[in-house]
């Protein structure tokens, strides 16, 4: 698939992203920015992305599970109940961090890693 397919195929999605890590937060969204997909909000701390978390206007969420220091537990279990998909992206071994109904998005990753997860998530929505 070229950027071109790859935006076409997620024209619209909109994605909440939890990242505290500003350069990671940059990159990403140009990736999604590249994938056709909508950055809803970007989010450094816990308290700002579960507030986010609660909101209605996003498709799927991109979760770091360690936001200055605190676990984003938080904001899985609202994903979770709310029946949004998401994805964690973490460096931390991928046994530790995989939540339950979630997908894993392994530190460092590029654009495929990034390409196949929003795949997979755009799977779930539609479930």
Do not use: W
């Not at 935006?7 to 909440?16: D, P």
């Not at 599970?65 to 709310?82: K, T, Y």
């Not at 961090?97 to 795949?119: A, C, M, N, W």
């Amino acid at each position: 698939m070229t950027k071109v397919d790859d935006a076409a195929a997620f024209q619209g999605m909109r994605v909440l992203v939890a990242e505290d890590e500003t350069l990671v937060s940059m990159m990403l969204e140009e990736m999604l920015e590249d994938l056709g997909c909508e950055t809803v909000g970007t989010h450094a701390t816990l308290e700002s992305a579960l507030v986010a978390s609660r909101a209605d206007d996003f498709d799927v969420a991109l979760i770091d599970m360690n936001l200055c220091g605190e676990s984003a537990e938080p904001i899985v279990a609202e994903l979770s109940a709310r029946a949004i998909p998401f994805a964690i992206a973490s460096g931390a071994d991928a046994a530790l961090t995989r939540p339950s109904g979630g997908i894993v998005l392994g530190k460092p990753y590029g654009f495929d890693q990034l390409r196949d997860t929003l795949k997979a998530l755009q799977v779930a929505l539609r479930q």
